[in-house]
């Protein structure tokens, strides 16, 4: 599957699936235990846009909005740390990679919008 997202991405745009992919090569900070589908939706959150913005995304991260309504929290994923946060509508998430740079985003799960912080 994973194969399949990146070459959608790199049909489209191969810099910003590169620079997307980057994140499924970091060292976790914490033991995790680890899904494909996690490593999918860090992968379209990492997405320049929206995270729906390549037909690939659209499974994983529909899937991950109906698993946050269902209070089943976020999937995780090996090589990457992972922070989540209940924030009041939805989560707060960190994404920090082996090099120490950490993104951030709200998700909202009631408009099921990302937003970078």
């Given at each position: 599957m994973r194969g399949r997202l990146l070459e959608g991405f790199i049909g489209s745009s191969g810099a910003a699936a590169f620079a997307a992919a980057g994140l499924n090569s970091v060292a976790a900070l914490e033991p995790a235990n680890a899904s494909a589908w996690g490593c999918q939706v860090i992968l379209c959150l990492a997405t320049p846009g929206s995270p729906t913005k390549y037909a690939a995304c659209v499974p994983p991260?529909?899937?991950l909005w109906n698993a946050l309504a269902l209070g089943r929290g976020f999937p995780t994923c090996a090589g990457i740390g992972i922070k989540t946060k209940k924030a009041k509508h939805g989560y707060d998430l960190s994404v920090?990679?082996?090099?120490?740079?950490?993104?951030?985003?709200?998700l909202d799960t009631r408009y099921q919008t990302v937003t970078p912080q």
């Open positions: 991260i529909t899937k920090t990679r082996s090099d120490g740079v950490t993104s951030r985003y709200s």
